[in-house]
């Protein structure tokens, strides 16, 4: 396994709760009544920042203020990165299905590993570039459905969240010695100062305050920071595999919940950005161990 198996298993369980924690997403805005999106944003980004906030106030102690400033200008790049992302993540949750949203972001490893091969010259292979040309062609599917649906402006968000997030995953590569869960704070309030300049009013019912304040101190605080834990206990590659429980659970909730059917492009492009992720995932964790396993040897 590479990891100890004391160690294994609470790190799959910690990135299937993170996963699960995040699915929430979808049937959770579908229950708010009035709010919009400007205000759930400022709400939940502030909660999300407070909730990590605290959490890393908790853990770190008198360590704290110090892990801030450790992240240096890349953290502070990828918490501007992921805070924006997060503004494209609402924005796309109400204006197209959540199926469309989830599996666009969860093709984000494949992406990542593209703009790795064009900006970083990392290797790819001959797997990688057909599971890469799938996911592409899926997410096309996606956006057949949006044209047919109405949902192509929700599809360009969610596009946009997932490359923001590919952004965020080529600065944790770089940087992998730092730790970044007090970027992921730190992005909170980015996108809720973002929202700030957005946002009509901020007067909004008790019922949809609840919701909200579920949504970031719950579902994207208690969510990241369960991945982020895991990857102490499984390498990256595993984390993302096990992590796309978000991505099945999440349209399964609303479709139990509130009825939203994807359409069929919708479900045959989530089937083969599926395929592909956990095809390309298990990929790179069998070369990760590999090469634990056996030393590397000099090309000739």
């Not at 596009?159 to 730092?178: F, K, P, S, T, W």
Request: net charge positive.
């Amino acid at each position: 396994m590479g990891v100890a198996g004391g160690r294994y298993f609470p790190g799959v369980l910690l990135a299937l709760l993170g996963g699960g924690f995040l699915s929430l997403s979808g049937i959770l805005l579908r229950h708010i009544e009035q709010a919009d999106a400007w205000q759930i944003l400022v709400y939940r980004s502030f909660t999300c920042a407070l909730t990590i906030g605290a959490f890393l106030a908790l853990h770190y102690r008198g360590d704290t203020v110090r892990r801030f400033r450790e992240i240096g200008h890349a953290g502070l790049l990828a918490a501007l990165v992921l805070g924006v992302g997060s503004v494209f993540y609402i924005l796309a949750m109400l204006n197209t299905t959540v199926a469309n949203v989830v599996f666009i972001i969860g093709a984000s490893p494949l992406l990542a590993a593209l703009a790795g091969w064009l900006f970083l010259g990392e290797r790819v292979s001959r797997g990688g570039f057909v599971a890469m040309i799938a996911t592409v062609l899926g997410i096309g599917l996606m956006f057949i459905d949006g044209l047919t649906s109405g949902g192509m402006l929700g599809n360009v968000y969610a596009l946009g969240l997932a490359l923001m997030y590919v952004g965020y995953l080529l600065i944790l590569r770089r940087h992998r010695d730092v730790d970044m869960l007090p970027a992921t704070c730190l992005s909170g309030l980015i996108s809720g100062c973002i929202a700030l300049a957005f946002v009509g009013g901020l007067g909004v019912s008790r019922h949809d305050l609840l919701i909200i304040l579920v949504l970031g101190g719950v579902q994207f605080g208690f969510g990241f920071m369960c991945l982020t834990w895991a990857t102490r206990f499984i390498p990256a590659a595993e984390v993302a595999l096990f992590s796309l429980s978000e991505a099945i659970l999440n349209p399964l909730w609303v479709w139990i919940g509130v009825g939203e059917k994807p359409g069929p492009f919708t479900l045959a492009g989530s089937a083969v950005v599926l395929v592909s992720v956990v095809a390309y995932s298990i990929m790179v964790i069998r070369r990760e161990r590999l090469s634990r396993i056996v030393p590397a040897h000099p090309q000739p």
